[in-house]
Nanobody, 125 residues
Framework: VQLQACGGGLVQAGDSLKLSCAAS????????MGWFRQAPGKDRDFVAA???????????DYANSVKGRFTISRDNAKNTMTLQMNSLKPEDTAVYYC????????????????WGQGTLVTVSS
């Protein structure tokens, strides 16, 4: 599976941004897919994930929670996954990566075998 993320950019606090991830490969639609982000000097953190069907979604629950502001979705017919990000905050600034894995949904980056190249999101205050 090959992944290509896009949609990052420079926005102001409170703005919205939509990231997309295009997946290629015959079995891409059967993989769990997720978004992670990595701020400078920090670990790669889980943001959100979706089951292969898209019926089940999971969001990070750490201090700067994205739940309620971000929405993950996927379209298996188009082999794409999106992350709609609303009410962006400066602390959301990071490189965002899309990832895929076979097997159950996971919040652990090391359990994802396939990664996109990352797209930079910068939120100014």
């Amino acid at each position: 599976v090959q992944l290509q993320a896009c949609g990052g950019g420079l926005v102001q606090a409170g703005d919205s941004l939509k990231l997309s991830c295009a997946a290629s490969g015959r079995t891409a639609s059967t993989y769990v897919m997720g978004w992670f982000r990595q701020a400078p000097g920090k670990d790669r953190d889980f943001v959100a994930a979706t089951s292969w069907s898209g019926r089940n979604t999971y969001y990070a629950d750490y201090a700067n929670s994205v739940k309620g502001r971000f929405t993950i979705s996927r379209d298996n017919a188009k082999n794409t996954m999106t992350l709609q990000m609303n009410s962006l905050k400066p602390e959301d600034t990071a490189v965002y990566y899309c990832a895929a894995r076979a097997g159950p949904t996971s919040r652990v980056a090391s359990e994802y075998a396939y990664w996109g190249q990352g797209t930079l999101v910068t939120v100014s205050s």
